[in-house]
Nanobody, 120 residues
Framework: QVQLVESGGGLVQAGGSLRLSCAAS????????MGWYSQAPGKQRELVVS???????NYADSVKGRLTISRDNAKNTVYLQMNSLNPEDTAVYYC??????????????WGQGTQVTVSS
């Protein structure tokens, strides 16, 4: 069993900043990739950013230059530094990890979600 625990969401004014964290724990052989999805009210879940084991990153165009992903492999933790937030960023943010488990399979795990609300 692998669990992802998220923290760092909250309510901020436009132009403000937040830092999200997501820590993976459990029966992990290695983590192939981690990242963040967002789901705004009435919309589908969308990829915000991913980071691979070789530290290659892939950002949605809407967040380039404002959001930065990083990972601490020793802690199996990924962070999302969110700057210059605007109301369009309001969503539930879900951490994910693609995990190589003891059985050598690739399994996609999700965090519980953390609410980010940006007021104008």
């Amino acid at each position: 069993q692998v669990q992802l625990v998220e923290s760092g969401g909250g309510l901020v004014q436009a132009g403000g900043s937040l830092r999200l964290s997501c820590a993976a724990s459990g029966s992990i052989f290695s983590i192939n990739a981690m990242g963040w999805y967002s789901q705004a009210p009435g919309k589908q879940r969308e990829l915000v950013v991913s980071i691979a084991s070789d530290e290659t990153t892939n950002y949605a165009d809407s967040v380039k230059g404002r959001l930065t992903i990083s990972r601490d492999n020793a802690k199996n933790t990924v962070y999302l530094q969110m700057n210059s937030l605007n109301p369009e960023d309001t969503a539930v943010y879900y951490c994910y990890a693609v995990v190589v488990t003891a059985g050598s399979g690739l399994t996609h795990y999700w965090g519980q979600g953390t609410q980010v609300t940006v007021s104008s």
